[in-house]
């Protein structure tokens, strides 16, 4: 059997928070995310570069304590650009 599909991806936060510093120091910026551990809704961090011990779900506002993560990077070329609003972020 594949990998299910159906899973997102996340890693070890240590794994996470190790991978993700590489793409910071060659001046990426990172959005975290994690699964909420209650619906599976899949989250993202709005602050950039940062992850956090504990996440709300906003889907059901439950409260996750990370155990694992995953991230998506943005390349910045030249100008800053704005993050995209949550809803149009998606690991897919
Ligand atoms: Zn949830």
Known sequence: MAEDKRKPK???IQEAL?????WMDSGCTV???F???N???RQTFSEPNTLY???KCEECGHITALKEAGFMVIKVSGAL???LPDESISPN
Do not use: S, V, W, Y
């Open 81 to 83: 650009t704005t993050p």
């Open 10 to 12: 996340d890693i070890p």
């Open 18 to 22: 190790t991978l993700a510093q590489k």
């Open 35 to 37: 699964t909420c551990e």
């Open 31 to 33: 959005f975290f995310k």
């Open 53 to 55: 011990a504990k996440g």
């Open 39 to 41: 619906c599976g809704a």
